[in-house]
């Protein structure tokens, strides 16, 4: 057979050969040779089986997701104020803790609606994107190291759930700012003063900010996990997971500090008012200096980290118990089923 085939010393077939031989009719193959079962086994070759995207699974990343995210954002809410007041003024940290009782608890909830609203559906459609985009990613290149599947999917999925975030974000901002008194106002204001476009002012900054916050976040939570089951050779319980995801949250935090500044600059500016990256970046280091890149960075960190752990960590726990629970409800139908079965 191999002689038929033209095989080389060592086993190769060409394409053309391979071709031919396969368009004989079966008689042709010479079957019978014992010889059939030395081809047919140096052909196989080993195929990763198709991965089937579970729309279940991915609806449940994203439910866990978005719930997640919103219950994490009200709660922090009020030092994300103090953050945004103190990145929109020239008043430092220090200074805006002695005003906190003239803004009362009612100032610091300023722009509450649009941000829990924002980050549900936002992150709820970052996560979904997030699983099926690693789904895709085993399924298309299987050899693909975990850390550029783990850093792909957080870039895809990022840029879609803050195109969805950005015109929450931006009413959130002005009103934490003080620059509208409600919702409506802000709606009504940004569309008089500067159009559809501006509920989407800062969305360069926002990405520049969002992108390498995630990519960098779910990496460091990622690969932080998996340091800490190796050092303690156990699964972690889940307030270590909840920590290692509030640590990698508040360090991408820190180093993506920048364009939170400049965001934060972009979208409180008077409406109306022509604003660029480029002016921003000039303006701080001009009349701030290069720390002024960093306001903000304390009361961040802070707001940042409980999110991270919410955001990665939650997240994770939230769907794995979804997932259970819903493994727990079919097993009743499944035992159902086999005692029938073994009655039958």
Not at 100 to 128: E, K, M
Not at 186 to 191: L, P
């Amino acid at each position: 057979m191999l002689r038929y085939l033209n095989a080389d010393s060592e086993g190769s077939i060409s394409y053309s050969h391979f071709r031919n031989f396969m368009l004989l009719l079966p008689s042709e193959r010479l079957e019978d040779d014992p010889r059939n079962i030395w081809f047919e086994a140096a052909t196989l070759v080993a195929v990763p089986p198709p991965v089937e995207i579970s729309t279940g699974n991915v609806l449940k990343s994203a439910l866990a997701g978005g719930l997640a995210s919103a219950l994490s954002t009200s709660v922090m809410h009020p030092i994300d104020s103090m953050k945004t007041r103190v990145q929109a003024s020239s008043l430092s940290f220090p200074d805006l803790i002695s005003t906190l009782p003239q803004i009362g608890l009612r100032g610091l909830y300023r722009g509450s609606i649009p941000a829990i609203l924002g980050q549900f559906s936002s992150h709820g459609l970052r996560t979904g994107i997030f699983e099926a985009s690693k789904l895709v990613l085993k399924s298309v290149a299987p050899t693909l190291p975990d850390i550029q599947v783990q850093s792909l999917a957080s870039f895809c999925s990022t840029i879609l759930g803050t195109a969805v975030r950005i015109p929450c974000e931006v009413l959130k901002q002005r009103l934490q700012a003080g620059i509208f008194n409600n919702v409506g106002e802000a709606i009504i204001g940004t569309m008089q003063k500067d159009g559809p476009k501006g509920f989407f002012r800062g969305t360069g900054a926002t990405l520049c900010r969002e992108v390498p916050f995630y990519v960098a976040g779910m990496c460091l939570y990622a690969e932080a996990k998996k340091a800490a089951q190796h050092v303690l050779n156990r699964d972690l319980e889940p307030w270590e997971t909840i920590a290692v995801g509030a640590l990698s949250g508040g360090l991408a935090a820190l180093v993506t500090t920048p364009f939170d500044v400049m965001k934060t600059r972009m979208m409180t500016a008077a409406p109306g008012t022509p604003v660029s990256m480029q002016l921003i970046v000039f303006s701080i280091l001009r009349n701030e200096g290069p720390l002024g890149l960093f306001k903000g960075a304390i009361p961040r960190f802070f707001w940042i980290a409980p999110l991270g752990a919410m955001n990665f960590a939650g997240y994770e726990l939230a769907k794995k118990a979804m997932i259970e629970a819903d493994s727990d409800s079919t097993d009743p139908i499944h035992d159902k089923r086999t005692k029938v079965v073994s009655r039958g």
